[in-house]
C-alpha cells in the first residue's frame, strides 16, 4: 500500500494558479502510475490527468488539457499538478491516487484502475 498525502488546495480567483503536491510514501514509488481526480460535491470522482511510471507520458481530460501540467519526481517521491487559468467550474476536492503498473507506458484514466488514494485537498477558485 502506497500512502499519499495531498497538500497546496486553497482560495485562488479565476485566472490564477496553484500547484498541487502529491507525497508517497510506502512504496518503491516508481512502480506506480500517478494519477490525479477531481470530485465535486454528490458526484464521481473525475480523471483530471495521469503520468506514467518515469514521468514520460501525460494523459488529460479535456477540461484539463492546456491548462494543467502533470508531473513527478521519482527522486523525491512526489506528484504534482500545477493548475493556471482557473476557473470557478475547477473548484472540488482534489484526490492523487497511485495504481501499481508492470508496463511502462501505461496511464491509468478510471478511478477503478488505481489502488490508493490521498485524503483529498479543497480547491477553490472564486469569480
Known amino acids: 500500500q502506497v500512502q499519499l498525502v495531498e497538500s497546496g488546495g486553497g482560495l485562488v480567483q479565476a485566472g490564477g494558479s496553484l500547484r498541487l503536491s502529491c507525497a508517497a510514501s510506502?512504496?518503491?514509488?516508481?512502480?506506480?502510475?500517478m494519477g490525479w481526480f477531481r470530485q465535486y460535491p454528490g458526484k464521481e470522482r473525475e480523471f483530471v490527468a495521469g503520468?506514467?511510471?518515469?514521468?514520460?507520458?501525460?494523459n488529460y481530460a479535456e477540461s484539463s488539457k492546456g491548462r494543467f501540467t502533470i508531473s513527478r519526481d521519482n527522486a523525491k517521491n512526489t506528484v504534482y499538478l500545477q493548475m493556471n487559468n482557473l476557473k470557478p467550474e475547477d473548484t472540488a476536492v482534489y484526490y492523487c491516487?497511485?495504481?501499481?503498473?508492470?508496463?511502462?507506458?501505461?496511464?491509468?484514466?478510471?478511478?477503478?484502475?488505481?489502488?490508493?488514494w490521498g485524503q483529498g485537498t479543497q480547491v477553490t477558485v472564486s469569480s
Open positions: 503520468i506514467t511510471r518515469g514521468g514520460g507520458i501525460a
Open positions: 510506502g512504496r518503491i514509488f516508481s512502480n506506480y502510475v
Open positions: 491516487a497511485a495504481g501499481i503498473t508492470y508496463y511502462a507506458n501505461t496511464v491509468y484514466e478510471k478511478a477503478d484502475e488505481y489502488d490508493d
